[in-house]
C-alpha cells in the first residue's frame, strides 16, 4: 500500500506526523519517502548510512553551437524567457533563464540544441528502522515534480527489493505540481490540518487534488487546543473522515529542534501523536 500524507500548506506538522508514522508502523516493513524536494528534512530525524547517491537530469537546456553563426534573431525572438541574445552571430544563453522548452531549436536547429541539465540530487539511505528515500533539486532550478516522479519510481524499486508492503509519501506543502506527483499513484492519503482559517482552506484545495485522482482520504487535527471556533469548523467539515487529534504540546518543537521525532517523547503532544498513528493502521488494515 502506497499512503501520501499532505497538509495544503507548511507548518501544520505534516513531516512530523510522517516521521511519526513511519516510526510507529516500523514494526512491518515500510519505505518513507520525502518528496518535499526544494526542502527536505526527514533525513535530519533519520540519521544512517547512504546507499545510494545520485545526480538527477530530468530538465533540458538550450545549447549553442559555438562553431555555427546565427544568421538572424529568430531564436531570440521566440524565447518566452528572454533567455537567448544574439551577439555578432551567436547565441549566448543564460543557463538561469532558459526553461528547455525547446522553441528555440524549433526555428534554429542547426546551431541550437537541448541536452540534460543537471536538476536535482536523489538519496536511498538505510536507518535504524527503515530505508528513506528523498530528493533535493538544485538551487534555482525548476522540475521539482519530475524530480517527485523520479523519487517515487527509486522508492518502488527500494519496495520491492525489501519486500516492503508499506510505502508512506511525505508530500510537500501547497498545492502545486510536487505535490501531484506525490499523490499519483496512492491509494490512501491523510491530511494533516491545524486549527486555522488558512490551513482549513489550504487542507480543501490540497483535498481537491487527490479527490481528483479519486483517492480515499482522511484527516487529522494537529495542534488541537489554540482555536474552539476552527477546531469545531473543523470537526462539522470533515465529520467521520477526522480519524485522529493531536493536542497541542511546547514540548513537540523541543523535540524536533533536538532532531526527535514526536512519537518519541513524552507528554499529551507525543500521547496524541501515538494514538493517530494507531487510528491510521485501523484505515491501512480496513
Known amino acids: 500500500m502506497k499512503l501520501v500524507i499532505l497538509s495544503g500548506k507548511g507548518g501544520t ?51 549553442f553551437d559555438k562553431s555555427k553563426t546565427i544568421q538572424s534573431t529568430r531564436c531570440a525572438d521566440v524565447c518566452r524567457f528572454d533567455a537567448i541574445k544574439i551577439e555578432d552571430g551567436k547565441a549566448i544563453i543564460d543557463r538561469k533563464r532558459c526553461e528547455g522548452c525547446g522553441a528555440c531549436v524549433l526555428v534554429c536547429p542547426d546551431a541550437l540544441k537541448l541536452v540534460p541539465k543537471l536538476t536535482g540530487e536523489l538519496v536511498v539511505k538505510d536507518t535504524e528502522h527503515f530505508p528513506l528515500v528523498y530528493g533535493k533539486l538544485e538551487p534555482g532550478e525548476s522540475g521539482s515534480g519530475m524530480v517527485v516522479f523520479e523519487v517515487k519510481k ?10 516492503a508492503g508499506l510505502t508512506l509519501v ?31 482552506a489550504n487542507m480543501q484545495r490540497a483535498l481537491d487534488v487527490v479527490r481528483h485522482f479519486n483517492i480515499p482520504y482522511s484527516v487529522v487535527l494537529n495542534k488541537a487546543g489554540i482555536s474552539e471556533k476552527y477546531e469545531k469548523k473543523i470537526t462539522e467539515e470533515f465529520g467521520g473522515r477526522l480519524i485522529g487529534t493531536i493536542p497541542y504540546d511546547d514540548e513537540v518543537p523541543r523535540l524536533l529542534a533536538d532532531g526527535v521525532s514526536p512519537i518519541r517523547g513524552k507528554g499529551k503532544g507525543a500521547e496524541g501523536f501515538k494514538k493517530a498513528v494507531e487510528a491510521v493502521k485501523g484505515v491501512i488494515e480496513r
Request: charged fraction near 20%; proline fraction near 7%; glycine fraction near 8%.
Open 13 to 63: 506538522g505534516k513531516s512530523s506526523f510522517s516521521s511519526s508514522l513511519a516510526l510507529g508502523l516500523s514494526d512491518r516493513k515500510v519505505v518513507l519517502v520525502d518528496t518535499d524536494v526544494d526542502c527536505p528534512n526527514q533525513h535530519i530525524l533519520f540519521p544512517g548510512k547512504v546507499l545510494r547517491r545520485e545526480p538527477l537530469h530530468v530538465s533540458k537546456i538550450a545549447v
Open 154 to 163: 527509486v522508492a518502488d524499486e527500494i519496495a520491492k527489493e525489501r519486500n
Open 170 to 200: 511525505d508530500a510537500p506543502a501547497g498545492i502545486g505540481c510536487p505535490v501531484i506527483a506525490a499523490a499519483t499513484g496512492c491509494e490512501h492519503a491523510i491530511g494533516i490540518v491545524e486549527p486555522t482559517q488558512a490551513s482549513m
